[in-house]
């Protein structure tokens, strides 16, 4: 998770959503870190991620943050950071709490009442995950593979997910993020 300094807006239009992404895509790529899922907010970000190397996702942010903040600069007329800080990290130890990170990325815009439901947002990566619409950016997890046998299936099982079946675990989420531990 990233935040916007001061908590303020680190997307402004739709072109600056679509050059994060565009960011995320090549950095993710090149530093080899797949990209379960993800959610533009207008004054944060919440990526789902799992690095190829220990270090790859701190190279990966550093790098998706000196490109996008260029962009971001160049085009508002402005200067400095943008991001309050370091992203903020927290491993997943096991697959409950993998389907729940999921949950808690690609409701945030409900929880903000930006869109009605996840199907609504089109920052984010519920589209990949729940509808089966490729994006070029989202990799499926083995635990997302392990929910059916053709795509369809895996998709409709992951839509049911999002109405019932995991507990909410937000706030130890939250938590975890904030203090940097482990989700086990």
Excluded at 48 to 66: I, N, T
Excluded at 90 to 99: D, K, Q, T, W
Excluded at 154 to 167: D, M, T
């Amino acid at each position: 998770m990233q935040r916007g300094i001061n908590r303020r807006s680190s997307f402004r239009c739709e072109q600056d959503f679509r050059s994060y992404l565009a960011a995320l895509r090549e950095t993710s790529a090149h530093y080899r870190v797949s990209i379960y899922a993800f959610v533009l907010m207008t004054n944060h970000v919440h990526i789902l991620a799992v690095p190829a190397r220990e270090d790859a996702v701190s190279r990966m942010m550093q790098q998706l943050g000196r490109k996008y903040v260029c962009y971001f600069n160049k085009l508002h007329v402005r200067t400095g950071t943008l991001w309050e800080g370091r992203f903020r990290s927290s491993v997943i130890g096991s697959e409950h709490y993998l389907f729940a990170c999921y949950r808690y990325i690609e409701l945030n815009p409900v929880r903000a009442g930006l869109a009605r439901s996840a199907r609504e947002y089109k920052w984010s990566s519920y589209r990949a995950n729940a509808m089966n619409l490729p994006d070029g950016l989202v990799t499926a997890s083995p635990e997302w593979l392990a929910l059916g046998q053709s795509s369809e299936e895996r998709a409709r099982r992951y839509r049911h997910l999002f109405v019932s079946g995991i507990e909410d675990h937000d706030e130890r989420i939250r938590v975890a993020l904030r203090k940097g531990r482990s989700l086990v």
